[in-house]
């Protein structure tokens, strides 16, 4: 996979070429509304998005992903008004309108590359595991972006990027994320009501804008396909199609 962590001292590189960032501790990454902070410091946020995802009222089918380039601050200048950093447009994250009811989409929830130097195109695979609890996998398809048509590679042989199962809440951790060699990668948990990414090692660049980005449709899956959500949806339907279509009625008496 490109870009997977290595215990030697020599840094591993991703297919663009970009050397893995040196970070000896594993870092936490903290979800708040449309941004993305590394938990131990108090900075501007690393990502950004152009909704909430985690907010049921998002009716958005598209939302842009961008990286907040960082800078280095003067010392000698300290107080001065430092302009706001530049910001990467990177991916799109794509949950298309009324996904499950149509069979002309790709997947239900995916990924696009804007930029054609980076990994390529991925989409969300949802699978039941034991118990009802939910695993993923991120499939992968190299070099395509939102340009490409097909947007998937349609070989059956499409490579997975993470899987993300499901683990025990005891410790506030609800997924471990891994990449195709079975190496844990990230730790997916919610305390307090704070979504946090926990990265276990360093990752290459390119890799960790994916992660984050997988990470945040992931959630928007959660969202979208929570109880809250379909109850709101077939409000919305049952009002359009009139009070009296006994069908919506009954799925929003059911919610």
Known sequence: MPGTMSSSSEA????????????????VLILSGQSVFAESHNTAPLHEISSDVCSVSN?????????VEQSVQDETNEDKLMPAPPRRHLFYLVHPSNAQYRTDIAAKYYITCVAPEMIG??????????????????????????SDNPLFDQN??????????????AAHCR??????????????????????LALSGPL????????????LLRLWYDTAESRQAKKQFFESMASVEGSTDPYMKRQCDLM
């Open 204 to 215: 290459s660049q390119q890799l960790r804008d994916m992660i984050v980005a997988a990470w």
């Open 121 to 146: 195109n991925v989409r969300l695979e949802v699978a039941e595991s034991r118990l009802r609890r939910t695993s993923f996998r991120v499939m992968l398809s190299a070099n395509r972006t939102a």
């Open 12 to 27: 591993p590189q991703d297919t663009s070429g970009a050397c893995v960032e040196n970070h000896p501790r594993p870092v």
């Open 175 to 196: 997924y471990i994320w891994s990449d195709s060699n079975g190496s844990e990668v990230a730790k997916d948990q919610r305390t307090g009501g704070t979504h946090k």
């Open 59 to 67: 009716k958005n089918a598209s939302v842009r992903f961008e990286r």
């Open 156 to 169: 059956e042989e499409q490579s997975v990027l993470f899987n993300i199962r499901p683990i025990s809440q």
